[in-house]
């Protein structure tokens, strides 16, 4: 039995021999079971070779078409794919969930103004010989992978190396912008390799999509999916490309047995990333961003309410589409335990330890949070009574903000707060102290927590007003 959506199934040829199916009652966001029935000729153990021919629907819950209007180079439709949750099933019949890992090779035909690229290794291409007008692109997966990390992309696509194992892809319009912005991805892969082991996958690219992709970046592995909105001109917004490479570890390689447990691959790769921005930018800055990610889970919680089933760190998602679970709880929730538990055991050097070795330890499998915690126990077997003081019951399946707030550092965020509250409770006197010379010394993300604060707390409507020179906004009578 395989999971299918939205597929039409022409035959199923088993070992050479073709064999009944059947396609089920589509079951809501499930798709439609099919049902293969095996020749009864098959011992144990025996190699079994299925080979199902079907198509997609053009209202694929995991492929976008685009029009060459909705591109940037507006001469040539692009295809893009997203899988997870549970949407492999609209491309492929498989068995779709996360508790089965697979490896994959795969030939591409597509026209020969097209590039076709995947989550594989590319292996080649050559002309296609049905077809002069079309080539055929080769890849393949050597690394066991779930399927929802099985992705596929078709465009008018360039590439430029910015790293020794590191292409960057995206349409012409944008390469160059994509190779500066994302220059500093192998520096990241090395402090990635060093907190979390060997990088096992060869190939680390990134693809620059459309700007209809729908996250901010996609794991799939050896090409790590991207949105257009991080090409800010700064590498300001290079923490998406510290989480999705993070992935590579957690997520990819140590993978969340059932979707009830996703914060195994979000909160440690979120604490992962911000150790490997922690190293770029400092310790600090690891901080500042920690605390940021308390005020979105804070937010997110406050969107779905407090006693909100979704607001759990482990979800029962018995009957529920996991993407309607989708927040920043599995993230936020996930980061602030393993932080907690930093703190908890000693610091980060000694946390570190254990994540390192819990992803040897879980390496191509996949896990519950059970695991987990016997893992973190074993590991810190001379520590289990302060294991034991962690309210574990609260921090898994209570909803809401977690038991415990973990210690942040606050000397970059009080820098934001600081100015914000002289500019709210600034007189008209006071105006004149303002200068560019307050903001020389912030990060631009400092800078978004500032504007944030002052969004936030300024009730009344704000408007240009001329300060030191440069234009800013304060309210209509320079005060709150």
Request: some cysteine.
């Amino acid at each position: 039995i395989l999971d299918t959506k939205d597929l039409k199934i022409e035959k199923v040829v088993i070992n050479g021999q073709e064999v009944q199916f059947t396609v089920g009652e589509k079951q809501s966001f499930r798709g439609s079971p099919l049902e293969i029935v095996l020749p009864v000729a098959l011992s144990k153990k025996q190699e079994v070779v299925v080979e199902i021919s079907y198509e997609t629907s053009p209202q694929s819950s995991a492929l976008q078409w685009l029009t060459p209007e909705q591109t940037s180079g507006k001469k040539h439709p692009y295809l893009f794919s997203q899988c997870q949750a549970i949407h492999c099933r609209a491309i492929l019949p498989c068995q779709d969930t996360p508790s089965v890992k697979l490896t994959y090779s795969a030939e591409v035909s597509v026209p020969n103004e097209l590039v076709a690229l995947m989550s594989a290794v590319r292996d080649g291409e050559a002309p296609d010989p049905a077809d002069s007008s079309r080539k055929i692109y080769k890849f393949i997966q050597k690394v066991p992978i779930p399927c929802y990390l099985i992705a596929l992309v078709v465009g008018a696509l360039e590439s430029r190396k910015i790293g020794p194992r590191t292409l960057v892809w995206s349409e012409k319009e944008q390469v160059e912008k994509s190779a500066l912005e994302f220059s500093e991805t192998e520096r990241m892969l090395k402090i990635a390799e060093d907190l979390g082991g060997p990088y096992v996958w060869g190939q680390y690219d990134l693809l620059v999509l459309p700007p209809s992709f729908p996250y901010g970046g996609m794991e799939n592995p050896c090409l790590t999916f991207v949105t257009p909105t991080l090409l800010a001109g700064d590498k300001s917004l290079s923490n998406v490309i510290a989480h999705e490479i993070s992935h590579s570890w957690t997520g990819n390689l140590v993978t969340n047995k059932t979707w009830d447990h996703f914060w195994l691959n979000e909160g440690h790769t979120v604490y992962l990333e911000r150790h490997i921005c922690g190293r770029l930018f400092g310790e600090k800055f690891r901080h500042f961003h920690a605390l940021g990610g308390w005020g979105e889970l804070k937010n997110s919680i406050k969107t779905f309410g407090d006693t909100h089933a979704f607001t759990k760190l482990v979800v029962s998602l018995k009957d529920v589409d996991p993407d309607e679970v989708y927040s920043s709880v599995p993230y936020e929730k996930g980061f602030a335990l393993l932080f907690y538990l930093e703190q908890l055991l000693g610091g980060p050097e000694v946390f570190l330890a254990f994540l390192k070795a819990y992803i040897k330890e879980f390496s191509y499998k996949s896990i519950t949070t059970d695991d987990w915690k016997a893992f973190l126990y074993a590991h810190f077997k001379d520590k289990t009574d302060v294991l034991n003081q962690v309210d574990w019951n609260a921090w898994f399946f209570s909803p809401g903000l977690p038991p415990v707030k973990p210690k942040y550092d606050m000397t970059l965020t009080e820098a934001c707060i600081n100015l914000s509250q002289r500019w709210i409770k600034a007189k008209e006197d006071d105006l004149g102290t303002f200068s560019s010379a307050d903001l020389k010394d912030m990060s631009s993300h400092q800078l978004i927590e500032f504007l944030a604060l002052m969004l936030v707390a300024v009730a009344a409507p704000l408007h240009p007003v001329q300060v030191g020179g440069c234009r800013a906004l304060g309210s209509r009578n320079g005060h709150r």
